[in-house]
């Protein structure tokens, strides 16, 4: 003979089995996100470095090496071909420069998309 009040000791224990277990997965939900957002903040800190970097440096030194090699040019002493090295390398610069940029905007559009707003 069972009491009233034991009838439902199965599906109590069962709701509450399913509740902890639901519990857990939010939990490792929630770390997942924690873990997602950081990863994309540092990279989009990292990707805003390097445009930084060849904003400050990078095209600049190039351009101006450029306009140095194109002066030695005239003036006799460097050849075409140190000329043409020069701008190659420009060039380089100026497409490094185009990824970092790209990179950036890539990883700061997904981090807006998992925040739901812009940065």
């Known amino acids: ?5 034991r009838r439902n000791d199965r599906d109590r224990a069962r709701a509450r089995a399913q509740l ?3 519990e857990r997965e939010l939990d490792v939900t929630a770390v997942e996100l924690r873990t997602s957002l ?3 903040r540092l990279q989009v800190e ?3 470095t390097r445009v930084e970097l060849f904003e ?11 306009a140095r090699t194109s ?3 005239e003036l006799g002493e460097l050849s075409l071909l140190a000329v043409s090295q020069t701008r190659q390398r420009l060039l380089r610069v100026v497409e490094e420069e185009l990824e970092a940029r790209g ?5 700061a559009t997904r981090l807006e998309a998992v925040l739901g707003q812009a940065l």
């Open 103 to 107: 990179d950036y905007y890539a990883v």
């Open 20 to 22: 902890f277990r639901r």
């Open 38 to 40: 950081t990863r994309l």
């Open 46 to 48: 990292s990707a805003a």
């Open 1 to 5: 003979e069972l009491p009233v009040w």
């Open 56 to 66: 400050d440096n990078g095209l600049e030194s190039a351009t101006e090496n450029l």
């Open 71 to 73: 002066r030695a040019f």
